[in-house]
């Protein structure tokens, strides 16, 4: 999740900055964007560190991400490789530890997550393994009273984790297998002072089903059992 927040400060702000192909400078005159002309309407994009580092690089065509995205570490080694088309995520996006090995994967289609995603260790083993859906949600945006009485209902997709998904320990033994349904919704409210909208985010990912917890030997330790989201049966098999 944190490394998911950081890119996605980034690349807004280079999204931003490449309406505009004019290098910039940080305060103390190193580089800081840096665009550079490679064929018709296609613009090379890297982004610099105040210490003159490369973090990011990628193309831009008509304004919009395409093509091959890089983010690096310090050191300088690959920290992220992702895939846009016409500005949208497309197929594999993979973070990588610093020393070169995997960290996330994912798959991704029309700008959305969707299909298997692992989790590694950083000695290669799985973390953890499961899938996205596209599931449809509604921005719902009621009237600003006493003015308006229209509501409306904006449909849109959004990912979520969905189905089966299994963690595993270090030594690659499974450490958890749980399920989930999936829930997603905006809702969108007028706040009053002073004419505000205040939006409020509801994701869920509602636990079903049978939930296995297993020691590093293979032995179940525990099992729980929910239904629509409540928990309604919890079995300590530990002692």
């Known amino acids: 999740?944190?490394?998911?927040f950081f890119i996605a400060s980034l690349f807004?702000?280079?999204?931003?900055t490449a309406q505009t192909p004019t290098n910039t400078s940080w305060d103390n005159g190193t580089l800081k964007d840096v665009y550079t002309s490679i064929g018709k309407n296609l613009i090379r994009y890297t982004y610099f560190n105040q210490d003159g580092i490369k973090l990011a690089e990628g193309s831009y065509?008509?304004?919009?991400?395409?093509?091959v995205w890089f983010i690096y570490y310090p050191s300088g080694a690959v920290k992220g490789k992702f895939y846009y088309l016409k500005g949208a995520e497309e197929g594999k996006q993979i973070f990588y530890f610093e020393t070169g090995k995997k960290q996330e994967e994912y798959n991704y289609q029309h700008g959305q997550r969707l299909g298997q995603y692992i989790l590694y260790y950083e000695n290669g083993v799985h973390k953890e393994k499961g899938q996205y859906l596209n599931v449809p949600f509604h921005t719902y945006i009621?009237?600003?009273?006493?003015?308006?009485?229209?509501?409306?209902?904006?449909?849109?997709?959004?990912?979520?984790?969905?189905?089966?998904?299994?963690k595993y320990?270090?030594?690659g033994k499974i450490r958890l297998i749980q399920y989930f349904d999936s829930q997603y919704n905006i809702l969108v409210e007028h706040?009053?002072?002073?004419?505000?909208?205040?939006?409020?985010?509801?994701?869920?990912?509602i636990p079903i089903g049978i939930w296995i917890?297993?020691?590093?030997?293979?032995?179940?330790?525990?099992?729980e059992t929910y239904r629509e989201g409540q928990l309604t049966?919890?079995?300590d098999m530990s002692r």
């Open 213 to 223: 917890y297993l020691d590093e030997a293979g032995k179940i330790t525990k099992q």
């Open 142 to 166: 009621p009237a600003a009273p006493p003015q308006d009485s229209t509501i409306m209902f904006l449909p849109g997709m959004a990912s979520i984790k969905s189905g089966k998904i299994t």
């Open 12 to 16: 807004v702000s280079l999204s931003l």
């Open 169 to 171: 320990y270090e030594s």
């Open 1 to 4: 999740m944190r490394l998911c």
């Open 233 to 235: 049966d919890h079995i």
């Open 191 to 205: 706040e009053d002072i002073g004419g505000k909208i205040n939006f409020r985010l509801q994701n869920k990912e």
């Open 61 to 67: 065509r008509q304004g919009r991400k395409h093509g």
